[in-house]
C-alpha cells in the first residue's frame, strides 16, 4: 500500500503580533515542531491533543492555507513546493477539508446546491453537462436530500449544514479528506449520524482521512490509527486500539485515564497542563513525574514495534513511566454511534480494512524549540 500524504520534519512558525509590541523581535511560536506521520492509501488517521497543540495547523498546511517554516510535504509521492501556484492548485484538487463550523464556512448568499456546483465549477475538472450527475450523486452518498437543494444554510440544521460541507468537499474526487472536528459543533445524535454517514463513505469511496478531533471515542469509532499532539510536538503515534488499551507515552497515559475516569471523552474538557511546555528539550518536562536528566535534550522518535512510535527518553532506557496506570480493559464504546442512518441503509458498500501502521513519528529538531 502506497502512502497518500508524507510529511517529513514539518516545522511550522508563526511571528506573535500581540508580543511584538513588547520584544524588539517578535518572539515565534512553534505550532508544529518537526512532525513526521504518513497516512496510506484508504487509511483514516485521527489526530487529537489539547486546544493549541497545533492540529488546526497541519490542517492548513495540507490544503495550502499556511506554508511550512521547514520539512517537507508529499501528496502521492510528488513534493510540495508551497511557493508554486500549480503545487498549490494540485494540492487542492487533492485535499478536501470540512472545517468545524459549518455555519461560517457556507456562503449565506448561496443555495445548497449553488454551493457545491460553485466547488465543481472552480475545479474546471468536470464538463457542465455532467453537474447535475454528480451532485445528485454524492448529495445521495452523504444524506443530503433533493428537499435541501434549493435551501439556503440558515435555512439548515447543524448536521445538514455538516453534511452540505461534507458534499462540497466530495464533490470533486479527493485523495485524502481533512476533518478538523468537523462533529464538535453537532449535539451527539447528530454527530452519531455523520460519522455513520463518515465510515460508509470511507468504504464507498478510494480515499484517505485525517480525521481531528477531541473526542477519543470518536477517533477510537473512526480511525485505524491515532497521533497525539503535544505543544507542537507528536509524541505518540500507532494503532488506535494499541494507544486506547496501552498508551506508552506519559503525556497521553494521562490523557487518556483522565478521559475515561473521569469519564470525559473529550480532550478539550481534560486540563493536564497547568504549566506552560518546557522551552528547551522535552516539552512535557515540567509537567511529567518520571523525568530524568536526559529530559534536557529532544527525546527521539523510538519504534517500539508494529509501528508504535513514542518521543520518551524513558523507553530507549528499558524503563516505563511512573505514572503508568492499570492497563486499560477497554475503552467505553459510545452507545450513540451505534444509530444507523436511515437514508444511507440503502447504498451497497464494500467492507474495507484497517489500514496497516507505517514507522512514523518525530525525530530530534536540529533547532531547538524558541
Ligand atoms: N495564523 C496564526 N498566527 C499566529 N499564531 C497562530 C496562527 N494560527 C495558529 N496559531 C498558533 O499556533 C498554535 C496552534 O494553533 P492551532 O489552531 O493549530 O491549534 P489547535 O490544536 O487546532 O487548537 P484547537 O483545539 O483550539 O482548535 C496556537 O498557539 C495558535 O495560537
Ligand atoms: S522524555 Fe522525559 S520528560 Fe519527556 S515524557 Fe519522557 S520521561 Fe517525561
Ligand atoms: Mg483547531
Redesign the pocket.
Known sequence: MTNTIDIEHLT?S????RRAALFRKSPR????DDISLHIKEGETFGLT????????????VLVGL?KPTSGTVRLLGKEIDFEDKNDIAYLRQNVGIVL?DPVRSLNPRLTVEEIVTEALIASKTFPKEKYKERIDHIARLVGVTKDLLPRYPRELSGGQRQRVSLARALVVPKKLLVL??PTSALDVSIQAQVLNTLKKLKSELDMSFLF?T?DINVIKYVSHRLGV?F??KLVETGDVRDIAMAPKHPYTQKLISNVLTLGMPS??EVSITEHRPAPTGCRYRLVCKSAFGKCHDIPPALNLGSGHIVSCFLYEEGLTPLEELAPVKAVPERPSLAIPVPELATHQVPDSGPGAASAEGTRASPDPAP
Open positions: 511550522v508563526f511571528r506573535s503580533k511560536v512553534k505550532a508544529l491533543g489539547e486546544t493549541g497543540s497545533g492540529k488546526s495547523t497541519l490542517a492548513k499556511y468545524q478538523d472536528e481531528i477531541h499532539l505543544y507542537g480532550v478539550r
